[in-house]
Structure formats: structure tokens, C-alpha cells
């Protein structure tokens, strides 16, 4: 192993660490999804499949919101300093957008049960839909992630994250929804491998950004 | 004087010649078009200034971070701000047209929609900024923001009008309306260079301004 996939690998199993010791985020957001879902139930009984569907990518997006806003504010500044003597920024950004992924994967799978057994289950495909909706949440959480750390630069919280995050996300969202559509329809259509395509060769390119781009935004 | 300003002299003489010759000149006829056609001169126009100021504020960001010269950060700003103020524009102009030809001010056609989505990307750059006191970490936090902002934006709002059908001409059984040479002849040499020159023209005197009041401040 070479030494940055072992900076990566360290710093990935101290937040790993410091989730299971602490047990905020997991649990935190856990009762966010199932709280929110409820709401959603009480409200709406079992929507048809397009509000279902809709609903189920505006969830995620909220969801992802709350997961990932925590991921810099928790470092302090010694902290930073600290992990930025040791480590380097690109490995930092890098085990930080591998923890949040993996995060919101077990988010995303949480709340597609969740959905599930509250507001019915109008899937005509579900297993590609399972496949999109970790592909989507890890899209989000990509983005999110980078987004989490201008914020917190910028001192501020979850509030400006939504603010830069919500336009930027839209084009992704409109992507992952017409796949989605494409999970509804009992005849399963060509196209679906095109879009995953793209959805992922976009999940590349913001991981590029965000090696390129993290370095500036960390010196001080 | 002339070697200086002999492009602002130009930008005089190409939107003249964009109005007369737009308003007067021959174009073709076409069904449900008809004369709102001569809009193709600053609908049109609009956007692909748009596209080059936010272009041109993208690569002083990246220069920007490249040198930290201070400069170049009130550069990116102020081209993102006159590409706002463009983008308004092209909004309101062809949100016009649309309701004279499409029967609807407002469609959800996918270029609406990413047009309303960029320039909300660029008023959150500016909120952005706002939200910092420290010149400094406003610039370089700002200029990593426009370089990702642009760079997730805009490959997705190129790609996205063609995996869905438009109303907008250009796409498949809708043929570009600048395919006629009528519409050419004023366009690539007239209206796309004229207001271009225009933008550029407001914001060096924006930037002029911006430098006059921090020379003051020291």
C-alpha cells in the first residue's frame, strides 16, 4: 500500500471510529429519515409513483444535508492543522468524501425501506431502483461533502450549504429522476445504462474538482 | 485616445447596425415566428455573452488562485455580476418571445430551466462572498466556489437539453433558426460581438470603480 492510501485509510477509520464511539450522526440522522417518512405518511397516505418518486429524491436531498454538515465543523482548527501536518489536504478531502459516501449509502438504503413500508411500494423495478438510489445518494454526498467544507471555511452552517447547494444539485436531481423513471415503467427501457453513465462519470469529475480544488481552500 | 478606446468605438458601431439592420432588415418568413424572429439578435445574443462572461470570470478565479493577485478576484466578480445582469436579460427577452410564439410565458422547457438554474448558482456566488468579512479568504473561498460551481453546472446544462425534447430550436425536427444567411450576416458579425463588447465595456468600468474605492480605503 502506498503511503496516501494509508493516510486515507487512517483518517477514514478515525471518523469511523469516532461514529461508532460517539454515535451521533448515524443515529441522529436515523431518527431525522424515520421521523421525516412519518410525517410524510401522516400527511399523504401512499402517494402515487411520480409524487413517490419525487418526494423520495427531495428526502434524500434533506437527508444528505444533515449527514454530511457535520463532517468539518466537528475539526477544530488545531485539529485541521494538525491533520494537515501529517496528511495533506488531498488525502483529508479524499477520506472525508469516502466516509460521507459510505454514510450516505446506508442512508439512502434506510430510507428506501423506510419508504417502503410506509408509503407502499410502486416500483416496477426494484432492485435498479435500489442500485440508483445508492448510486444517488453517493452523487449527493459527493457534492455535499465539498460544499460542507466552503461553508465551513466561510464559518458558516448548514444554512449557506443549502444555499450554494440547492441550484447546484438540480441538474444532478433532474438526472437521477428521469432514471428513476425509467425504474417505474413495467418495460424496462434501453437508456437507463446511458444515464448511469453519466451520473457516475459526474461523481468522477466532482471528485477530481475536489482533489484539485481542496488544497486552496484549506491554507490559511 | 483611438488605440485605447477604438473597441468601445466598434461596440458603438456594431449594436447600431444590430438595431437598423435587425429591425429593417429582410428575414425570413415563418410560420408562428413570423417578425418576433428579428428576437433571434438579442435573445440569442444574451445568452452567448452570458456564457462568455461567466467564462471569462471562471478563468480569473482560476488565476486568481494560481497567482493571489487581488485583481484578478474583483475581475471574476465583476464578470459574474455583468453576467447576471445578462442573464436577467436574456430571461426576460426570450420569456417574452415565448409568450408570443409558444403561447406561454413560461414552459419548463429543460433551457428555461437551466438558465434559471445558472444565474441561481451565481446569486448564491455572490451571497457567498457576502457571507465573509476577510477580503482575503472571500476571494479564495469565492474563486473555489466559481471554479466548481462552473465546472459541475455547466457540462450538465450541455448535456441535459439533448437527452430531453425542447421547444427550443436546434434540436431534432426543429431546425436552427440561424441556419438562414439573412439571419447570419447580423448575427455572427453584428449582435454577438456588439453586446458582447458592451458587457466587457460595463465592467471595466465597474472594475475601474471597484479599484477607485479601495485605493481610497488605503
Given at each position: 500500500?502506498?503511503?496516501?492510501?494509508?493516510?486515507?485509510?487512517?483518517?477514514?477509520?478515525?471518523?469511523?471510529?469516532?461514529?461508532?464511539?460517539?454515535?451521533?450522526?448515524?443515529?441522529?440522522?436515523?431518527?431525522?429519515?424515520?421521523?421525516?417518512?412519518?410525517?410524510?405518511?401522516?400527511?399523504?397516505?401512499?402517494?402515487?409513483?411520480?409524487?413517490?418518486?419525487?418526494?423520495?429524491?427531495?428526502?434524500?436531498?434533506?437527508?444528505?444535508?444533515?449527514?454530511?454538515?457535520?463532517?468539518?465543523?466537528?475539526?477544530?482548527?488545531?485539529?485541521?492543522?494538525?491533520?494537515?501536518?501529517?496528511?495533506?489536504?488531498?488525502?483529508?478531502?479524499?477520506?472525508?468524501?469516502?466516509?460521507?459516501?459510505?454514510?450516505?449509502?446506508?442512508?439512502?438504503?434506510?430510507?428506501?425501506?423506510?419508504?417502503?413500508?410506509?408509503?407502499?411500494?410502486?416500483?416496477?423495478?426494484?432492485?435498479?431502483?435500489?442500485?440508483?438510489?445508492?448510486?444517488?445518494?453517493?452523487?449527493?454526498?459527493?457534492?455535499?461533502?465539498?460544499?460542507?467544507?466552503?461553508?465551513?471555511?466561510?464559518?458558516?452552517?448548514?444554512?449557506?450549504?443549502?444555499?450554494?447547494?440547492?441550484?447546484?444539485?438540480?441538474?444532478?436531481?433532474?438526472?437521477?429522476?428521469?432514471?428513476?423513471?425509467?425504474?417505474?415503467?413495467?418495460?424496462?427501457?434501453?437508456?437507463?445504462?446511458?444515464?448511469i453513465g453519466l451520473i457516475t462519470a459526474l461523481d468522477l469529475m466532482?471528485?477530481?474538482?475536489?482533489?484539485?480544488?481542496?488544497?486552496?481552500?484549506?491554507?490559511? | 485616445?483611438?488605440?485605447?478606446?477604438?473597441?468601445?468605438?466598434?461596440?458603438?458601431?456594431?449594436?447600431?447596425?444590430?438595431?437598423?439592420?435587425?429591425?429593417?432588415?429582410?428575414?425570413?418568413?415563418?410560420?408562428?415566428?413570423?417578425?418576433?424572429?428579428?428576437?433571434?439578435?438579442?435573445?440569442?445574443?444574451?445568452?452567448?455573452?452570458?456564457?462568455?462572461?461567466?467564462?471569462?470570470?471562471?478563468?480569473?478565479?482560476?488565476?486568481?488562485?494560481?497567482?493571489?493577485?487581488?485583481?484578478?478576484?474583483?475581475?471574476?466578480?465583476?464578470?459574474?455580476?455583468?453576467?447576471?445582469?445578462?442573464?436577467?436579460?436574456?430571461?426576460?427577452?426570450?420569456?417574452?418571445?415565448?409568450?408570443?410564439?409558444?403561447?406561454?410565458?413560461?414552459?419548463?422547457?429543460?433551457?428555461?430551466?437551466?438558465?434559471?438554474?445558472?444565474?441561481?448558482?451565481?446569486?448564491?456566488?455572490?451571497?457567498?462572498?457576502?457571507?465573509?468579512?476577510?477580503?482575503?479568504?472571500?476571494?479564495?473561498?469565492?474563486?473555489?466556489?466559481?471554479?466548481?460551481?462552473?465546472?459541475?453546472?455547466?457540462?450538465?446544462?450541455?448535456?441535459?437539453?439533448?437527452?430531453?425534447?425542447?421547444?427550443?430550436?436546434?434540436?431534432?425536427?426543429?431546425?436552427?433558426?440561424?441556419?438562414?444567411?439573412?439571419?447570419?450576416?447580423?448575427?455572427?458579425?453584428?449582435?454577438?460581438?456588439?453586446?458582447?463588447?458592451?458587457?466587457?465595456?460595463?465592467?471595466?468600468?465597474?472594475?475601474?470603480?471597484?479599484?477607485?474605492?479601495?485605493?481610497?480605503?488605503?
Amino acid at each position: 500500500m502506498g503511503g496516501w492510501t494509508r493516510h486515507i485509510w487512517t483518517l477514514f477509520k478515525k471518523d469511523l471510529l469516532l461514529e461508532v464511539r460517539q454515535q451521533y450522526t448515524f443515529y441522529g440522522v436515523l431518527l431525522y429519515v424515520a421521523s421525516t417518512i412519518f410525517v410524510l405518511y401522516l400527511s399523504m397516505g401512499q402517494p402515487e409513483a411520480d409524487v413517490w418518486k419525487g418526494l423520495f429524491w427531495m428526502i434524500q436531498l434533506f437527508i444528505c444535508v444533515n449527514a454530511v454538515a457535520k463532517s468539518f465543523v466537528q475539526e477544530g482548527r488545531g485539529r485541521l492543522l494538525y491533520f494537515y501536518s501529517i496528511a495533506g489536504a488531498r488525502d483529508f478531502i479524499l477520506s472525508k468524501l469516502l466516509f460521507n459516501a459510505l454514510l450516505m449509502l446506508l442512508m439512502s438504503l434506510v430510507s428506501l425501506a423506510i419508504f417502503m413500508l410506509m408509503l407502499g411500494n410502486p416500483l416496477a423495478h426494484p432492485l435498479s431502483f435500489l442500485l440508483l438510489s445508492c448510486l444517488g445518494g453517493i452523487s449527493l454526498s459527493l457534492v455535499f461533502t465539498f460544499l460542507a467544507a466552503i461553508a465551513a471555511r466561510a464559518q458558516q452552517g448548514a444554512a449557506l450549504m443549502a444555499i450554494l447547494g440547492f441550484p447546484l444539485i438540480i441538474p444532478q436531481l433532474l438526472l437521477l429522476n428521469r432514471a428513476s423513471t425509467i425504474a417505474f415503467q413495467d418495460v424496462l427501457q434501453a437508456g437507463l445504462a446511458g444515464m448511469i453513465g453519466l451520473i457516475t462519470a459526474l461523481d468522477l469529475m466532482i471528485i477530481a474538482l475536489a482533489v484539485v480544488l481542496f488544497p486552496f481552500l484549506w491554507k490559511d | 485616445m483611438l488605440r485605447q478606446n477604438w473597441w468601445k468605438i466598434l461596440c458603438v458601431i456594431l449594436l447600431l447596425y444590430t438595431f437598423v439592420a435587425g429591425f429593417l432588415g429582410p428575414v425570413p418568413a415563418r410560420p408562428i415566428l413570423n417578425e418576433t424572429i428579428r428576437n433571434y439578435y438579442f435573445h440569442i445574443a444574451m445568452w452567448f455573452s452570458m456564457m462568455i462572461l461567466f467564462i471569462t470570470s471562471l478563468v480569473y478565479s482560476i488565476k486568481y488562485l494560481r497567482t493571489n493577485n487581488h485583481i484578478f478576484d474583483i475581475y471574476a466578480l465583476e464578470y459574474a455580476k455583468t453576467g447576471i445582469v445578462y442573464g436577467c436579460l436574456g430571461l426576460a427577452t426570450g420569456s417574452a418571445w415565448a409568450g408570443f410564439t409558444w403561447g406561454a410565458f413560461w414552459s419548463n422547457d429543460p433551457k428555461q430551466l437551466g438558465a434559471v438554474v445558472a444565474l441561481l448558482i451565481y446569486l448564491a456566488y455572490l451571497v457567498l462572498r457576502n457571507s465573509m468579512t476577510d477580503v482575503d479568504k472571500r476571494a479564495r473561498i469565492g474563486a473555489v466556489y466559481n471554479v466548481f460551481a462552473f465546472a459541475m453546472l455547466f457540462p450538465t446544462i450541455w448535456i441535459i437539453p439533448r437527452l430531453v425534447e425542447s421547444l427550443h430550436p436546434g434540436g431534432a425536427g426543429n431546425p436552427a433558426i440561424n441556419a438562414d444567411g439573412r439571419i447570419r450576416i447580423i448575427f455572427w458579425p453584428g449582435a454577438l460581438p456588439g453586446w458582447t463588447l458592451l458587457a466587457v465595456w460595463i465592467t471595466t468600468l465597474r472594475i475601474r470603480l471597484q479599484l477607485l474605492a479601495e485605493q481610497r480605503l488605503h
